[in-house]
């Protein structure tokens, strides 16, 4: 057993001498940030005033102003240069739930899970009535119906059932699956794909959209009361979408609940039976129009080498959330630990070489709208790779979005140089669970808004959890989702990231620069 474990430690640590070679890690200055990070932590409190003091923080709502302008003063406080909103540009219409109540009334008082589907109206009062089935499967079988839904609450019929899973609702990465992705080989840059505009899924996908759009115009002019749809999830779990554009020039629609999937398949049964049911609701929702703006949370501390201090070390996560709930896991939990982070190394009395920036990004959800603008902004066009001299001196972005969980690894987004420098940083995490580096790409969150343009921009490897099982833009995501263990793990490895880039002597390595996308057809 000693003999075996003498050759394992042995094997390590010469994987180690070859790896880590040319990068040196400040031990005393790795234990600086466990201490404050793990010992003194404030993750928590700065989560509670990002979710319920906050709530809700949809894209334009005041939900999301209220945690913007306690971060910029709380990274003031916290002795932050610089802590600004900064506009992106034009986002459109804001949006919140003030009132939502509905339940079913006959055959029996049941009051029903639904959320008001985002950027829709409400139902201008109390409204009860007789819950209706519409069924066609053609714009000319609605005429059926002409005349006949004024006020009425309408339900569509659906095949759908419950889709359950036997997965378990938390999972953490096991040990075969981390070591899987710490072996993935670098993949090729992938061609943009040409989408053949006559092809059978090409021509369905228009026809359902047309039929979609004839459906939302013919329930206006008909003067629906109020629709009822099913959310996705199960367990009393509903996932939140929207049902209208946040455009300021967007047509109106009609109002909608996104109703549970028990409740909703409840209702559609007995009304497919021929059981009467009636329903009672009062839902208001507000749009607000007075600023068009999106806008980003900005704050820095300055850098001190006066060869250095031009450039620039940045950090961020997505600060607007879904509806349904606080956004606790989506992504007050990032947004959090970046602020976290901030605090440990000005709370060690950091002098760091870069300036360190972070970034708190709106309207992620509808596209990456927040990190796309201030990349166009500060660094170049990804459309046409037009560059700004910023663009030469950001040395690295650092992205958390995919939960509470804690960090496990790096993704490298295909820039295999940086993965022994981010193996030697993440060796003194080791016990705190933190190995795994990847060649691998993931997506669908703001680094790729930095990768767009050349930069190297990542997001840390973290276990799962129950993100895509449960909270992720669901009504569950609320603050007791948090894993304070984790979001204090994470919070010390990413200041340690951050430290660690500051100090180094080289930029991280940058990949190649990505080429233009080809033109449209015609253009």
Known sequence: MKLKLLYTCMAITGLAGTAFAQETVDQAAVQKIREEGLNHSQVMKTAFYLTD???????????????????????????????????????GKGWEVQKNYAAITVPYYHAIIAIPKAWTPGTNGAIKGEVILVKADSVAELDKYKGKLAGKIVIFDTQNTLKRSAKPDLERYTDEQLAEMAAAKPQPAGQRRAFDQNSPQFVAMRKARAMRTAISQFLIDEKVGLILSQGRGTDGTTFTTNGASYADTAKAVAPELETSGEDFLRILRLVKAGQKVELEADIKTQFFTSDLQGYNVIAEIPGTDKKLKEQVVMIGGHLDSWHGATGATDNAAG????????????????????TIRIALWSSEEQGLFGSRGYVAAHFGDPKTMQLKPEQKTLDAYYNLDNGTGKIRGIYLQGDSAAGPIFQAWLAPFKDLGATTVTVSNTGGTDHQSFDAVGLPGFQFIQDAMDYGTRTHHSNQDTYDRLSEDDLKQAATIVASFVYNTSERQDMIPRKALPTPPPAAPGR
């Open 53 to 91: 003091v906050s709530g809700p923080r949809l894209a334009g709502s005041p939900g999301l102003k209220r945690a913007q302008d306690w971060a910029v003063s709380q990274l003031k406080t916290w002795g932050m240069v610089n802590s600004k909103l900064e506009p992106w540009g034009k986002f």
């Open 335 to 354: 947004s959090a630990v970046m602020m976290e982070a901030m605090r440990i190394l000005k709370a060690i009395g950091y002098k760091p070489k870069r």
